[in-house]
Nanobody, 119 residues
Framework: QVQLVESGGGLVQPGGSLRLSCAAS????????MGWYRQAPGKQRDLVATITAGFTTNYADSVKGRFTISRDNTKNTVYLQMNSLKPEDTAVYYC?????????????WGQGTQVTVSS
C-alpha cells in the first residue's frame, strides 16, 4: 500500500524559514507529478506548488519568490523550502503525488503537517 509521510512543520516567527519533506513508500512502479497544498481554518485546500517528474515547477502567486519546491527521485521524496514566512502562510500543508501502484495511476495524499507563523 502506498503512503505519503510528511515532516518538518512547526511554529516559526514571521520572516523565518521551514523545510517540509514528504516521502512516498510502498509498492510503486512510478511517480509523476508531486506537489504541496495547504488549507487554512475555514478555507478550501489550495495549491501551493507542484513539480513534474522532469522537474518543471509551478507556484501559487502568493508564494512565488519565497517558496521553492524540489524532489529527489532516488528517494521518492518532495520538499518545500519556505522562506520569508508570513502569518497568512499558517495552514495545514498536504503533500500530493500521482503514483502508479502496480497497474493503475492514482492521486495520493499525506496526512498533513501544521505550519504556524506567529510572533
Amino acid at each position: 500500500q502506498v503512503q505519503l509521510v510528511e515532516s518538518g512543520g512547526g511554529l516559526v516567527q514571521p520572516g523565518g524559514s521551514l523545510r517540509l519533506s514528504c516521502a512516498a513508500s510502498g509498492r510503486m512502479v512510478s511517480i509523476r507529478g508531486m506537489g504541496w497544498y495547504r488549507q487554512a481554518p475555514g478555507k478550501q485546500r489550495d495549491l501551493v506548488a507542484t513539480i513534474t517528474a522532469g522537474f518543471t515547477t509551478n507556484y501559487a502567486d502568493s508564494v512565488k519568490g519565497r517558496f521553492t519546491i524540489s524532489r529527489d527521485n532516488t528517494k521518492n521524496t518532495v520538499y518545500l523550502q519556505m522562506n520569508s514566512l508570513k502569518p497568512e502562510d499558517t495552514a495545514v500543508y498536504y503533500c500530493n503525488a500521482n503514483i502508479r501502484a502496480l497497474t493503475t495511476w492514482a492521486d495520493y495524499w499525506g496526512q498533513g503537517t501544521q505550519v504556524t507563523v506567529s510572533s
